[in-house]
């Protein structure tokens, strides 16, 4: 009978072992979940915190002058050059630092006047690179007033 009673004991010695470890595995899993969640949290606090800066960068643009674009996620200025070749000189510049950065921007192009939009076509609207290439334009256009050609 003792025989019959360690066998028994080992059975249910056994059927703990599968439960802890299928508890366990319900662990692992909860764990695999609190780390997404918290991966997605993560995302979105940087999604804020990005948009926090953009509209701050963006509100010191619209005080330079830029503005935002009518139904869209964009801003836009006009710039007035001397002549022509002063405009197009000034394009070219924007044109090169739009190539290193792999983005770039709407303009329209009429004698001495160059308007400029910028807008991310990837993320739908408005980026950090638009304003970084907005303050571009504008410290590249204030060296171009500085040349008497």
């Not at 003792?2 to 059975?11: D, G, I, P």
Request: charged share 30%; proline share 1%.
């Amino acid at each position: 009978m003792n025989m019959y009673k360690m066998e028994n004991n080992m059975y249910k010695m056994e059927n703990n072992m599968y439960k802890m470890e299928k508890n366990m595995y319900k662990m692992e899993s909860n764990m695999y979940k609190m780390e997404n969640n918290m991966y997605k949290m993560e995302n979105k606090m940087y999604k804020m915190e990005n948009n926090m800066v953009k509209k701050e960068n963006n509100m010191a643009l619209l005080d330079d002058g830029w503005q935002e674009v009518d139904g869209r996620d964009a801003i836009k200025k006009e710039y007035v050059f001397i002549n022509f070749i002063e405009a197009w000189s000034w394009m070219s510049s924007i044109a090169l630092e739009s190539e290193k950065n792999n983005h770039h921007p709407e303009w329209y192009n009429v004698y001495n006047k160059v308007e400029v939009i910028w807008s991310t076509h990837d993320v739908g609207g408005l980026s950090l690179l638009d304003i970084k290439m907005g303050y571009f334009c504008d410290n590249t256009y204030k060296r171009h007033e500085q040349n008497d050609y």
